[in-house]
């Protein structure tokens, strides 16, 4: 195999809960993780050296150098298999940067899967694991795609409900949201620590989902998001004055907040109301559990 392509998934928080800290100051989370149909692309190509670009696209980039998450992740790879660095990566961003979509954490993961398959190489899910913790705790969960409870830095992991296929929309105001600077303002508030959420095992229809999750969950960082980026309220009050919106919620640190919906049909209605009226949004459609390749 010379060359190859790989998806790398969005992934929204449907809940994120902070039960405590460490004494090295990092939050302590419970956090129910899902995965889209929304991706980066990344273009793997064996060469003669190492290589790494970024392909034009219509969303902005705060990151192009070497120290991207793609190219440190290539990198770690062979340092870690002692292997020379002979490939070339190309990534075309679809997911925008610091959104709270995990678009870079993604990116890094699919890049270790990647290049094991490209370069076939005998990395262990453990080796992987491994390679995602020294890049950071959240790409853990990215390596295998499917829908996940995470818990402590991100780094635990265990099996999420069953549930049917979920219809949405995300939604960014293309306005930043700095991730540390969220957690900062979490850190100095009087906010009590939230309790992990104990779930079924299965949810047989969207509308169960919805009520557990807006009767027991939350996203803890929310007001402190808003607080920083005042537009981050805007879009969760647009999601929720929809009619057919069943839950409205900001994902992870933000700023990308997503609606989630009872059907198809009623999603695409919202969503064609709100791309005409917030014309200078990042507004997509987005399936959740879908299977993917």
Not at 130 to 142: E, H, K, R, V
Not at 214 to 222: S, V
Request: net charge neutral.
């Amino acid at each position: 195999m010379s060359s190859l392509t790989v998806h790398a998934y969005a992934k929204i928080n449907l809940h994120l809960h902070i039960i405590g800290r460490e004494k090295n100051g990092f939050h302590l989370l419970n956090s129910w993780v899902a995965f889209t149909n929304i991706s980066d692309e990344l273009y793997l190509k064996k060469s003669a050296q190492f290589e790494f670009n970024v392909l034009e696209s219509k969303i902005k980039m705060d990151c192009l150098s070497s120290d991207n998450l793609v190219a440190r992740a290539g990198q770690l790879f062979c340092s870690y298999l002692q292997v020379p660095t002979r490939f070339q990566i190309s990534l075309l961003k679809n997911i925008p940067s610091a959104a709270g979509l995990g678009g870079g954490s993604a990116d890094a993961a699919a890049t270790l899967l990647g290049l094991n398959k490209l370069l076939g190489l005998p990395a262990t899910e453990e080796d992987l694991y491994a390679m995602a913790c020294q890049l950071g705790s959240d790409i853990i969960s990215c390596l295998k795609n499917t829908s996940t409870i995470m818990d402590g830095t991100g780094q635990i992991l265990s099996p999420a409900p069953l549930f049917p296929m979920l219809h949405g929309i995300l939604i960014n105001p293309n306005t930043p949201c700095p991730t540390p600077q969220v957690y900062g303002r979490y850190a100095s508030s009087d906010i009590v620590f939230s309790e992990p959420i104990i779930f079924p095992k299965e949810f047989k229809t969207p509308e169960t989902i919805y009520d557990f999750l807006n009767n027991y969950t939350h996203n803890d960082l929310t007001e402190a998001a808003i607080q920083l980026n005042p537009d981050i309220g805007d879009v969760i009050k647009a999601l929720k004055n929809q009619k057919n919106c069943q839950l409205a919620r900001m994902s992870g640190s933000g700023a990308t907040c997503f609606g989630l919906f009872d059907n198809q049909e009623k999603m695409i209605e919202s969503y064609d109301i709100l791309k005409v009226k917030y014309p200078n949004w990042w507004i997509k459609k987005i399936k959740i559990n879908e299977k993917k390749d």
